[in-house]
């Protein structure tokens, strides 16, 4: 297929061959039956998308049941408890009962069970208390406070505020999980905390001596414990390991250094199988490492490798897609997946002007496909990070169309964005209490007696900004205070000489003064400071900033439950989703928005090898979700909000060089009529006689 753009109308997808069903029996292809009755030495199973691997796994479990390891005898580890019983259920219909005693569950909750019973050898009292994540939040926040960062008078020079406790506990936790020392994990992760290295060590020291002290432990002790007891106790490692005979791991590309130091520890024997796809390691964010699937058969002496390759889910065409996309990886296990589902189309990559235009298309593509008999449940839309979904649920809340969003808040529901439209409303009336109320206490050193204070003066002065500055403050709060004054009475008084502020502009305005805040406020402000990029892109599409607070107010992009098309099923929704909660998930229809540079890969990860390898296996994730219709959508322009421009061109994904795009049909959309008919409004300078007060009508409800 020539890789030259062409026009293509919106035309209904030919049929394609049905997916086999999935039977628990013994309908295994040939890789999955040699998998499944694999012998003790070490086994990695390289499952690849839609290959049947928690079959082969359930089926794995039935073998060695069935050649006489004793169920209770073998152990299942897996990521979610729900998954170890759904697993345990099933093989229950291969093997009967005898499955119900196979010991199944979480790393976290093995570890549990295992410390409960040999804590107390090691000095651990049995009676130990596990603190959930709010717990260990609470608890950090006291050993902050008590050392004397709760309330910094002297930072380090040109060194942020100090980390909030919730940021503490994630340093920590990385900490442990990976095994790197702090300094490099903040280079890394939160560079801008660097200068508080030490300070954030002793934390993390008064933290863990807190917990000991009290006898808790978290999350993340109940693994480091585990470990710890493995390679530090050898007769209580020698228990352990004689516990069982098998073990078993579902997801391994998953795991991280710390669950791979266990399983060392544990299987000494060799008699571990562990399953997963290298091509969908994507929780490095987690701590999770490629580099434990990838050097597993070293770690494991003796390792048999069995590759599964028959997919079951996708057409051929976007499995020829999907497997040359992921061929291009550095450092992978060969394989080729390939499936007897043929017909259908090969996927679109669809080149549109603006997010605009690649909202219309998703909408006008998915309602096609609805009408033709494609529940919307069976649809999704991925996306690399939250903020990229807000243009697109502010168009399926204006045309109803229910929704679910799975990772993250809905845009109009996270805080900062909510700080912004506080600052928008006051603009547009300036009596509004509660924006400035909201306003007020996001100022440093402004607390709730001043900011009613504050209220109380505007009211007194007819709510003009340049008051503000004036209000009876401490001193750390005068400069914000005055800072706020200044730009607020400075909008108005342009706008009042008849030059009205766009509502991009006026976001561009305030951000000038607001991105300190959000960053000064917010430990993980890159991606709420993108949020707000959204917003002021999704501001230049309204006429003015009345419209865009009332269609946000009237329509807000949160789920509805609001029947579509004449849909009679009540649960029947689109699902959006981050790439990162779509894993494990399949769809008839995925389509992928924003396939471009700076996206995919993020810009962040764009100068490191090993992140960038992580983004083109995220992609993969996203593409290989769908059955039979995969569409990536990608917007010509984007708006370059935080260099001043109005637009630039955006570079298509690195990833969909041109031998992905030669598997895939280019499809090229005209641009979108840009001008709108604006509703004819009163004359200028005319003045309106009110009928009545309507407004003394509504304060006459409660005798007002």
Not at 372 to 382: C, F, N, S, Y
């Amino acid at each position: 297929m020539p890789d030259q753009p062409r026009v293509h109308s919106l035309l209904p997808a030919r049929r394609v061959v049905p997916p086999p069903p999935a039977p628990e029996g013994p309908a295994l292809n040939a890789a999955q039956a040699d998998a499944a009755s694999h012998g003790d030495s070490p086994l990695l199973i390289v499952a690849g998308a839609g290959s049947g691997k928690t079959r082969t796994l359930i089926h794995r479990v039935a073998a060695l049941i069935g050649r006489g390891v004793r169920p209770e005898r073998i152990l299942l580890l897996t990521f979610t408890r729900r998954a170890a019983q759904e697993m345990v259920s099933r093989c229950e219909r291969l093997v009967g009962s005898a499955s119900q005693q196979v010991q199944g569950g979480t790393f976290h909750g093995t570890a549990h069970r295992l410390l409960r019973r040999f804590g107390p050898a090691a000095g651990l009292p049995a009676d130990f208390t596990i603190l959930d994540q709010g717990d260990a939040g609470d608890l950090m926040g006291l050993s902050r406070s008590a050392l004397g960062y709760g309330d910094l008078k002297h930072a380090p020079r040109g060194a942020p505020r100090f980390p909030r406790a919730e940021t503490l506990l994630s340093i920590y936790s990385r900490h442990v999980n990976t095994g790197q020392e702090l300094a490099q994990i903040l280079g890394d992760q939160w560079p801008h905390f660097l200068s508080w290295t030490g300070d954030i060590e002793r934390c993390c020291a008064d933290y863990v001596q807190r917990k000991s002290a009290r006898n808790l432990l978290d999350y993340d002790d109940l693994l480091l414990s585990w470990a710890l007891l493995l390679e530090q106790a050898p007769p209580i490692a020698e228990q352990m390991r004689a516990l069982y005979d098998h073990v078993l791991v579902d997801e391994y590309q998953d795991t991280n250094p710390l669950q791979s130091r266990i399983l060392r520890g544990l299987c000494t024997n060799g008699k571990l199988t562990v399953v997963g796809d290298d091509a969908q390691s994507i929780y490095a964010f987690r701590g999770a490492t490629i580099r434990n699937i990838l050097d597993f058969p070293h770690q494991f002496p003796g390792t048999r490798i069995v590759t599964l390759e028959q997919n079951y889910r996708s057409t051929s065409g976007i499995l020829d897609t999907t497997n040359t996309l992921i061929s291009r990886s550095t450092e992978r296990y060969s394989k080729r997946l390939w499936t007897e589902r043929h017909g259908g189309e090969a996927p679109w990559l669809v080149t549109v002007r603006d997010e605009a235009a690649q909202t219309a298309f998703v909408v006008d593509r998915l309602l096609e496909l609805h009408e033709q008999g494609t529940p919307l449940r069976e649809m999704a839309v991925l996306f690399r990070a939250g903020y990229l979904s807000a243009d697109l649920e502010i168009e399926l809340a204006n045309r109803r169309i229910p929704y679910e969003k799975w990772g993250g808040l809905k845009f109009l529901e996270a805080a900062h964005i909510k700080d912004m439209l506080a600052f928008l409303r006051v603009l547009e009336n300036p009596r509004d209490e509660v924006s400035w109320y909201r306003i007020l206490r996001l100022l440093p050193g402004v607390g709730d007696a001043t900011a009613r204070a504050a209220v109380e003066l505007l009211a007194q002065h007819d709510w003009a900004p340049m008051i503000i500055g004036a209000v009876r403050a401490p001193a750390r709060a005068r400069p914000a205070l005055q800072a706020v004054a200044a730009l607020l009475d400075g909008m108005r008084r342009v706008e009042g000489a008849d030059r009205p502020h766009s509502p991009g502009e006026s976001i561009r305005l305030v951000r000038q003064l607001y991105d300190p805040i959000l960053k000064g406020t917010y430990d993980d402000a890159p991606p709420r400071l993108a949020d707000l990029d959204q917003l002021e892109i999704i501001a230049a599409g309204y006429p003015d900033r009345q419209t865009l607070l009332a269609a946000l107010a009237l329509e807000p992009p949160a789920a509805t439950q609001d029947l579509a098309v004449g849909s009679t099923d009540e649960d029947d929704a689109l699902i959006l989703s981050t790439v990162h909660s779509a894993k494990g998930k399949e769809w008839d229809v995925v389509f992928v928005i924003h396939a471009a540079d700076g996206v995919f890969p993020m810009a962040r990860a764009a100068n490191d090898e090993e992140q960038v390898e992580e983004e083109r296996r995220l992609l993969y994730v996203a593409m290989t979700r769908a059955r039979d219709e995969l569409y990536v959508t990608y917007p010509l322009h984007s708006y370059a909000t935080r260099m001043g421009a109005d637009f630039a061109y955006s570079q298509l994904s690195r990833f969909l060089d041109h031998g992905v795009r030669h598997t895939m049909q280019r499809v090229t959309l005209g641009d979108p009529d840009p001008h709108q008919q604006a509703l004819p409004g009163p004359r200028e300078g005319a003045v309106i006689e009110p009928i009545v007060d309507l407004r003394a009508l509504l304060r006459g409800q409660f005798g007002g």
